[in-house]
């Protein structure tokens, strides 16, 4: 297609499709001000990447509206926007893939469009900012005034921070449907004050919101953990998770396990506060870890560079994040893994060898995002045949009943103690879930979260 010229049919079927047009009117973001929690997240690609221009945009079938604009003053709504045809953003909802532009003039897709010598751009790159059910709402794009090959390490930063751009639009979605289930439940029994005739009713539909509403915030906690059940092939896995956060409210532990080169990566973590703000800073953490995770062999250099990341996401609001990130490679054939543990001012973890033995790690390292600097604690030891490797929350060691002491790291010591040799790994989460929860007389007032792994014993 010429540059400048419509879209064709397949294009234009795309970027009109109804249920995604519907999906980028659901987030109620168009001609909205710009906001923080957007604004924060474009400046922080601008600084890692030394790109002049972030935006976050909104496409719908006619426009392209630019929510954040780090790099231009762009005005208010009315002027925060071009025409869908005039857009580069096009190019990523029609094909629904990230596109790269490293020189404008010269790409045929750019070549002569307004926008090219208007914001004088000289190269390009946009990410797909998706909704929860996969439709591509807009784009989270890069620009610089000369041209430049975007790196990989430059479409990592990218890739984690559409993710968040994307997690922070389900949760003001999720909000929104949540806080209009509670309306509908109060409608309801307010109706049924009034109307005796139909209390009965009204009462079951008032239910049945309050239970939906419950619902979507329980959707909307699982979308900060990982979708499947973790696995590590040939290894077992078993991670347990039990919400502190009422109704709506969201708390911030997170865990997640994925390919590493060479290996798998095994993350813990605890966000600091409760609620948006905490499920926002929850999705940037696990996303970032994961990312840097794929290319980044060292482990000391993952919580670097989440710490720096968190660093300048925080800017002058006073919050931290604590983490543990484990790399497993295979070790020689029967001799189990090699493992090398970091802890950025995390509960320690724990090794429970196979004949009944329990070995607490080492604690330390410094609470995350605080400092320019991280400080991260690093230990390497080994995982043989039948032993387990066990990560918790703070939420496991804090557990009490009310003026009574915390369950604490000895808690988790004796409830790996009083295990029976050679349990399996769902055995091991439920014992330590299990008798924090029971220490603390059944309440939970905190998040917590356990994830064990296991060498089967040969």
Known sequence: ??????????????????????????????????????????????????????????????????????????????????????????????????????????????????????????????????????????????????????????????????????????????????????????????????????????????????????????????????????????????????????????????????PVTGGWGVVIGDVCGKGAWAARTTALARSTVRAVGHTEDNPEAVLTALNEVLHVWFSERRSFVTATYATLTAADPGEGLDVVVVNGGHPPAFVLRADGEVVRLQEGGRALGIRPEARVACEETALLPGDSLIFYTDGITESRVAGGEQFGEDGVARALADLPPGPGAETVADAIASAALGHAGGAVLDDTAVIVVRSPAA
């Not at 999906?23 to 990447?49: N, Q, S, W």
């Open 1 to 258: 297609m010429a540059s400048g010229q419509a879209p064709a049919d397949g294009a234009c079927s795309a970027i009109a499709s109804a249920t995604r047009v519907e999906a980028v009117a659901a987030t109620g973001l168009l001609d909205t001000e710009p906001e923080e929690a957007f604004d924060r997240l474009t400046r922080l690609a601008a600084a890692l990447l030394d790109a002049p221009m972030v935006f976050v945009t909104l496409v719908d079938e006619r426009r392209s509206y630019w929510k954040s604009t780090t790099g231009l003053d762009a005005g208010p709504p009315a002027a925060r926007q071009n025409v869908v045809e005039e857009s580069f953003c096009r190019f990523v909802v029609t094909t629904g893939t990230e596109q790269v532009i490293p020189d404008t003039r010269a790409d045929d897709r750019t070549r002569g469009m307004a926008a090219v010598d208007a914001l004088d751009i000289g190269a390009w790159v946009g990410l797909p900012i998706r909704s929860q059910d996969g439709e591509v709402l807009g784009t989270f794009c890069a620009m610089d005034t000369r041209v430049r090959a975007w790196s990989e390490q430059d479409l990592d930063v990218l890739r984690t921070l559409a993710q968040a751009a994307g997690g922070e639009i389900a949760l003001r979605v999720a909000l929104r449907q949540t806080q209009l289930a509670y309306a509908e439940a109060a409608r309801h029994a307010a109706n049924a004050e009034h109307h005796a005739a139909v209390a009965e009713r009204n009462a079951q539909r008032a239910e049945r919101s309050a239970a939906e509403a419950t619902e979507l915030a329980e959707t909307l906690q699982q979308s900060l953990l990982p979708a499947d059940s973790p696995r590590i092939p040939g290894m077992e896995v078993a991670a347990r998770y039990r919400p502190g956060g009422r109704g709506a409210e969201v708390l911030g532990d997170f865990y997640d396990v994925f």
